[in-house]
């Protein structure tokens, strides 16, 4: 299984960036995630979808993100609006087989990509 996340970039506050999580191997990894980790912090959980499109997300990013999936390009997206510099972190993607939720247990992750929001 392989997670390839992409889209990270610099934006100035109250920005937008979206970013894109494509899933090959073992597409049967029906939840998709979104996690950030800034400098000197713990890695949080942002957001995740599942094959139906449950969603849950963390209450900081609440009317904000957006998480949303192709099921068909097995690709997951980040629609992040209003950016904050409180935002920047490098953010990954994972997947698990089943539970839409904020625990960090995820069976695969993928390489992190850099988001930075500049006030």
């Known amino acids: 299984v392989q997670l390839q996340a992409s889209g990270g970039g610099l934006v100035q506050a109250g920005g937008s960036l979206s970013l894109s999580c494509i899933l090959s191997?073992?597409?049967?990894?029906?939840?998709l995630g979104w996690f950030r980790q800034a400098p000197g912090r713990d890695r949080d959980f942002v957001a995740a979808i599942s094959r139906s499109s449950s969603t849950a997300y963390a209450d900081s990013v609440k009317g904000r993100f957006t998480i949303s999936r192709d099921n068909a390009k097995n690709t997951a997206y980040l629609q992040m609006n209003s950016l904050k510099p409180e935002d920047t972190a490098v953010y990954y993607c994972?997947?698990?087989?089943?539970?839409?939720?904020?625990?960090?247990?995820?069976?695969?992750w993928g390489q992190g990509t850099q988001v930075t929001v500049c006030s």
């Open positions: 994972a997947a698990r087989r089943a539970g839409v939720g904020i625990s960090q247990d995820y069976d695969y």
């Open positions: 191997g073992d597409t049967s990894n029906n939840v």
